[in-house]
């Protein structure tokens, strides 16, 4: 089913899983990464920057994930991620999408939750589910960077406050993940995570989920997290793919040859990740 964030990540506590949030970069390994999700019997979240779905086109990626939604029989979301500027919001809502992310970190508090509250009216309306963002996270996003000591990690009563005074569907927080990490691995603050889940009633969301080392996840799972961003990972390993399959093939040769094999590595990166977001040996918090 084409789907919203909120109705995913609901099912997603109830059970103590989390659901990957898998960036496309290309129309190319949209396909698989549907399929990987299909094959696992999971949800997924497939989210874009605004660039991206300006260079794809909205409708196309609504049309896609739509239609693949209803054959594969799987729950599909497709996100906005990083939206700063309400136009960019209010184009995809009305071209389909079904979540979006308005990303206040970077704003004031007070100003943060009043721009965050207007695209959530509008979101509403349409029945689309909202993200919020508060704290920054490190690395970069999309050409913005965040230096290490520009890193503000997130205040639990400022979460609080936050999501009572905005009505997001789901919360990002920083807990000391990095966008566009991938040589290394973060250390996360669990006790962070803790705190803010122990005050915060809607799901919360890991930006940066390359650079998390996967023994980490499962504790990440029990304390909250339901929506877990990978982005870096699939756009290192596509490429990587591409070099090599370009570097070895004959200037003639049909360019689905080179291209399916990075599809295909995208697809089983998305199915092991899924594999440990479903979070198999965790507890169960209520029955659906």
Not at 19 to 38: C, Q, S, T
Not at 170 to 192: D, F, R
């Amino acid at each position: 089913m084409y789907t919203t964030l909120k109705e995913v990540t609901t099912k997603a506590e109830a059970l103590n899983y989390t659901v990957g949030a898998f960036n496309a970069h290309n129309l190319e390994m949209l396909p698989d990464m549907i399929r990987a999700a299909k094959e696992k019997g999971a949800p997924i979240i497939i989210q874009t920057s605004i660039d991206t779905a300006k260079y794809i086109g909205h409708e196309n990626l609504v049309a896609v994930c739509k239609s693949m939604a209803e054959k594969e029989m799987v729950d599909v979301v497709l996100h906005l991620d990083h939206a700063r500027d309400f136009n960019d919001i209010k184009e995809a809502i009305d071209k389909g999408y079904t979540s979006v992310m308005f990303d206040g970190s970077h704003l004031p508090f007070k100003e943060n939750i009043m721009k965050t509250r207007a695209v959530v009216e509008y979101a509403h309306r349409h029945g689309v589910s909202v993200e919020g963002e508060l704290g920054t996270i490190g690395g970069t996003e999309e050409g913005i960077h965040v230096e290490e000591s520009d890193k503000v990690y997130t205040d639990p009563k400022d979460a609080l406050a936050f999501v009572q005074a905005t009505g997001v569907d789901a919360l990002a927080i920083a807990i000391g993940t990095n966008h566009g990490q991938y040589k290394s691995k973060t250390e996360v603050n669990i006790p962070l995570l803790k705190e803010i889940d122990a005050i915060v009633d809607v799901p919360l969301v890991i930006h940066g989920g390359t650079g998390v080392n996967e023994r980490d996840i499962g504790e990440l799972i029990d304390n909250g997290i339901r929506k877990f961003n990978v982005g870096t990972e699939l756009l290192v390993t596509w490429t990587k793919t591409a070099k090599q399959k370009f570097e070895e093939t004959k200037e003639n040769k049909s360019l689905r040859h080179n291209i399916i094999p990075c599809n295909e590595a995208v697809k089983e990166i998305v199915k092991h990740k899924i594999d440990i977001f479903m979070n198999k040996e965790g507890k169960i918090n209520s029955l659906v």
